[in-house]
């Protein structure tokens, strides 16, 4: 069975343990890198932070009643656009819908806030990812994302419009 939940800046260990796994797992996918959430930077105060962006919105997949999955939906430069980040699935838990049902959740909560589009960057070469979102209606907004840790190569911004969620 496949649920989400919602989480407050007091579930920030739950938050914590999927997004040091993600970090972890997938370095390619990320702007953050683990290094930068570890050992100095693994503080309770910065967790809290970064699940108290005001207007945002932290979900968590749990199939079976574990926790596998998470993304969020946070509000975007120019609003109303809504951008759509940190989103990971455990390996053991992909294939099945979870990422599916991630973006879907997220495109609802920003439809009902009133965004009229949902943005995300993805790493160019991630095609697995970039795949999923163009199953979802997204397309290249052919808009510079940010510079690549090689200084040349950008991340690929895409976007949909809201209009039909
Ligand atoms: C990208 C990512 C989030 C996808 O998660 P996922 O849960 O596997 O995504 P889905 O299950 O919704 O879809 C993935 C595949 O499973 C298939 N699928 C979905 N539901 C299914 C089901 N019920 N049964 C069988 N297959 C299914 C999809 O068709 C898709 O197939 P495809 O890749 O051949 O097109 C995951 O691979 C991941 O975390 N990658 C590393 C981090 C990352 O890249 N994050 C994105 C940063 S921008």
Do not use: C
């Amino acid at each position: 069975m496949l649920e989400l939940r919602t989480l407050e800046a007091d579930d920030w260990p739950l938050w914590r343990e999927l997004r040091l796994a993600a970090l972890a797992e997938a370095p390619y996918a990320f702007g953050s890198t683990l290094a930068q959430w570890q050992g100095s930077g693994d503080r309770e105060e910065r967790w809290r932070a970064r699940l108290s962006i005001p207007g945002a919105h932290d979900l968590i997949a749990l199939l079976d009643g574990l926790p596998v999955g998470l993304a969020s939906g946070v509000p975007g430069e120019g609003a109303p656009n809504v951008e759509l980040i940190s989103m990971w699935v455990n390996p053991m838990a992909r294939g099945k819908g979870v990422g599916d049902y991630l973006i879907q959740a997220v495109a609802r909560w920003a439809a009902e806030r009133g965004a009229t589009g949902l943005r995300l960057s993805v790493m160019p070469d991630n095609l697995k990812a970039t795949a999923l979102y163009e199953r979802h209606g997204f397309t290249d907004t052919g808009k510079p994302g940010d510079l690549l840790p090689d200084g040349v190569g950008r991340e690929r911004v895409m976007a949909k419009s809201l209009a039909a969620v």
